[in-house]
């Protein structure tokens, strides 16, 4: 099962978690949901199984005509973020009812999938991890450069995927392996350990793993 969610507050030492042997636990809390279902796709009328959840309520005015007649349907508002799952068999979920952060237990793994930070054009050696260039006599204004890029003769080209300056981050990214630390349903918080992708407030998928 997924869940829409947003990274609302990345807890790394300010109130921390304790865990049972009194260790301190960074985790991230992430406000998941309440997510409407806004459409059911069956596979006698769409040909496969899906479900579609709203998360983000926004006012009416700020959605189109074809946005709003599509909600409309659900009954539950307007959202800015919708978003699709696919379903090996019939969904147990009807239109118009919520998924919560009660879908999650405490002490399973997830797996969050977001949009990473975007950090504008960058150099090799911070896009990639390039060694600074050697620095003998003559050398100039070279250090932070990327070396040679060609080839010989044969193929005489630079090949496709040559790892170059350029635009780094604003990619998707699914960080794996995270652990629900605890569930807190009156406030549809889902602290997790460790860090998930994007900046705080970027909304991410939030899917069971395993």
């Not at 947003?6 to 949901?33: C, L, M, Y």
């Not at 998360?55 to 074809?66: A, L, S």
């Not at 239109?95 to 237990?105: K, L, R, S």
């Not at 100039?140 to 044969?154: D, M, P, V």
Request: aromatic letters at 6%.
């Amino acid at each position: 099962m997924d869940c829409h969610a947003r990274n609302t507050w990345p807890q790394t030492g300010h109130d921390p978690i304790f865990g049972d042997d009194g260790s301190v636990i960074p985790v991230t809390v992430i406000e998941a949901g309440p997510c409407p279902v806004t459409q059911v796709k069956t596979a006698e009328k769409d040909g496969y199984h899906a479900m579609q959840l709203g998360f983000d309520q926004i006012p009416e005015r700020k959605v189109t005509k074809p946005a709003k007649g599509h909600m409309d349907k659900a009954g539950r508002g307007y959202f800015r973020c919708l978003r699709e799952i696919r379903l090996d068999a019939p969904s147990a979920f009807e239109q118009g009812m919520d998924v919560t952060v009660d879908i999650f237990a405490a002490g399973e793994t997830v797996k969050v999938t977001g949009t990473s930070i975007g950090k504008g054009f960058a150099g090799v050696m911070k896009r990639w991890n390039f060694p600074v260039f050697a620095r003998p006599t003559g050398t100039e204004k070279a250090h932070r450069s990327g070396g040679s890029i060609g080839n010989n003769t044969e193929p005489g080209k630079v090949m496709k995927g040559k790892r170059m300056a350029g635009h780094m981050g604003a990619r998707t990214v699914t960080t794996v392996g995270l652990k629900v630390v605890d569930v807190r349903p009156e406030m549809n918080m889902n602290p997790g350990q460790g860090q998930v992708p994007g900046p705080r407030n970027g909304v991410v998928m939030v899917r069971k793993q395993g």
